[in-house]
């Protein structure tokens, strides 16, 4: 990633005022991008958005994706040269209640921000975040690669894939022609302070310690590839600016996850957490009846390694002691703009290995 890159460049986030929004847009807002924001209003309180006064440093719109005239309006009056797709239902457990809403929001609200793309005379990058969930079920236990089919057994996990599929016909019916470079990046099990999505790992532990009660854990022996959100959002940047500089040659999938030694269960994820803080009551398995998940899931990563020359600076282990400061400093009250953006310059300025 090379920051003067990004200095003046119009981008556009959807999805800025959720958890890896706002980390982003904080992000950006340090590499002084003209930068716009188009999202529904922070889907959590208290939010990372508001604690840290995101808006303060963009042009933020509150709007849903959709509403196709609506975005096409926001893309002509903003024009904006970059854009980094976010905006999503992002919850596997709120798909099972809610599967038109998630199907509405994740694929027609994709096709409609392509669509508003496909109509702009501005837009030379679109990165299409997705998931790791995007993948065809499968029962061979090895990490997922890019080359492998779209699917899913449950309404979160097809919308994933489908939204690679739409973006793809995009790309090759429309923008392989017109010189936009489209590609889709694929990250899931995100973690970092400011989380308060309902029924995510991280939101289940620190309510727990924050409140110092038991911690009730689902399906404590799933593997997923867990890794700093800070990882994943470079990866989008440095797809990004590979896009910019030579599209033709990056406009596909791309998966951005941990080393395969960093896939970790959900148990071994709370112990280490409990462990660390001073107090922590424990936690036990929640026996109820859940909808199914996924027992493992990993990323092979090494396309993007190999070819983007990315490589997750933030080990897990460090990433878990920066969500630990994060939640301790917001029990105390501290500044949590000042904080977050303290921790985005030393994660950043960590050497890759």
Known sequence: MHPPFWHGKRVLITGHTGFKGSWLSLWLQTLSADLTGYALEAPTSPSLFELAHVADGMFSVSGDLRNLDELKMIVAERRPEIIIHMGAQSLVRTAY???????????????????AVRQSCTVRVVVVVTSD???????????????????????????????????????????????????????????????WAKDRLMTDIFEGLLNDRVIRIRYPQAIRPWQHVQNALEGYLVLAERLWENGSAFSEAWNFGPPEEESRSVAWMVDYLTAAWDGASGWESDTGEHPHETPVLRLDSQKARSRLGWVPKVSLEAGLMSVLEWYKAFQAGEDMQQLTLR???KNHARVSV
Do not use: W
């Open 97 to 115: 209640e809610n599967p038109i809403e998630t199907y509405e929001s994740n694929v027609m609200g994709t096709a409609n921000l392509l669509e």
């Open 133 to 195: 969930k995007c993948y065809e079920s499968r029962v061979v236990d090895r990490p997922c690669r890019e080359s492998e089919a779209m699917g899913g057994d449950d309404p979160y996990s097809s919308s994933k894939g489908c939204v690679e599929l739409v973006t793809a016909a995009y790309r090759h019916a429309y923008f392989n022609a017109s010189g936009v470079a489209a590609a889709t990046a694929r990250a899931g099990n995100v973690f970092g302070g400011g989380d």
């Open 343 to 345: 921790q985005i310059l």
